[in-house]
């Protein structure tokens, strides 16, 4: 069974750091593209970053610039998003995704219904 697990979320004071883990099973990632989005309630489902299957490429939403990287090691079949100097508007549940084309590109944000690869979602919480 194709799948993947999400781990890493959790609570933090604002100013701090978490890494999600985004842990393939079933398939080998290195030919799919990694991305993450995230869901707070009402709100749609928003992009948040995506590699590249050679991690060549990676683009974020602009409010997580310089804060957010996210990275893979296809060694462990696995994708990360290290968070650092996070804020209370960072709070939500974050899901990774995955899909064996080529999705990060100009337009990654607007591509979330492309993915056929989902995590099963875990709750960052920002506050003090």
């Known amino acids: 069974q194709s799948q993947l697990v999400e781990s890493g979320g959790g609570w933090v004071q604002p100013g701090g750091s978490l890494r999600l883990s985004c842990a393939a099973s079933?398939?080998?990632?290195?030919?799919?593209?990694i991305a993450w989005f995230r869901q707070v309630p009402g709100k749609e489902r928003e992009g948040v970053s995506c590699?590249?299957?050679?991690?060549?490429?990676?683009n974020y939403t602009d409010s997580v610039k310089g804060r957010f990287t996210i990275s893979r090691d296809n060694a462990k079949n696995t994708g990360y998003l290290q968070m650092s100097s996070l804020k209370p508007e960072d709070t939500a549940v974050y899901y990774c995704?995955?899909?064996?084309?080529?999705?990060?590109?100009?337009?990654?944000?607007?591509?979330?219904?492309?993915?056929?690869?989902w995590g099963q979602g875990t709750q960052v919480t920002v506050s003090s």
């Open positions: 995704a995955a899909d064996d084309r080529q999705l990060c590109g100009r337009t990654w944000y607007r591509l979330v219904a492309r993915y056929n690869y």
């Open positions: 079933g398939f080998t990632l290195d030919y799919y593209t």
């Open positions: 590699i590249s299957y050679s991690g060549g490429t990676t």
